[in-house]
């Protein structure tokens, strides 16, 4: 069993950057990808970016160039630094970890984007 929990969340202005973080426990770390998804209000969880076991990232083309996936075998942690907020970035955001992703989850965290 994997367990992850997630912090970093809160609430920031346009423009402003925020790091989210998800340690996960276990021993399988270095050989799951992991990733993050996001679900908005009265929509369906997307994908924001994952990253494999080799640490090659992927991004959903709505937050390339404004946030990075990166991941810290040694803490069994990975991180989202998310620059340039908007407000369409409100969300909650899950971790996941696993051999295919998606595939455990996090308990989430509120990210919040508003003036």
């Known amino acids: 069993q994997v367990q992850l929990v997630e912090s970093g969340g809160g609430l920031v202005q346009p423009g402003g950057s925020l790091r989210l973080s998800c340690k996960a426990s276990?021993?399988?770390?270095?050989?799951?990808?992991m990733g993050w998804y996001r679900q908005a209000p009265g929509k369906q969880r997307e994908l924001v970016a994952t990253?494999?076991?080799?640490?090659?990232?992927n991004y959903a083309d709505s937050v390339k160039g404004r946030f990075t996936i990166s991941r810290d075998s040694a803490k069994n942690t990975v991180y989202l630094q998310m620059n340039s907020l908007k407000p369409e970035d409100t969300a909650v955001y899950y971790c996941?970890?696993?051999?295919?992703?998606?595939?455990?989850w996090g308990q989430g965290t509120q990210v919040t984007v508003s003036s």
């Open positions: 990253i494999s076991s080799l640490g090659s990232p």
């Open positions: 996941t970890a696993g051999l295919q992703l998606p595939g455990y």
């Open positions: 276990g021993t399988f770390f270095s050989i799951y990808a």
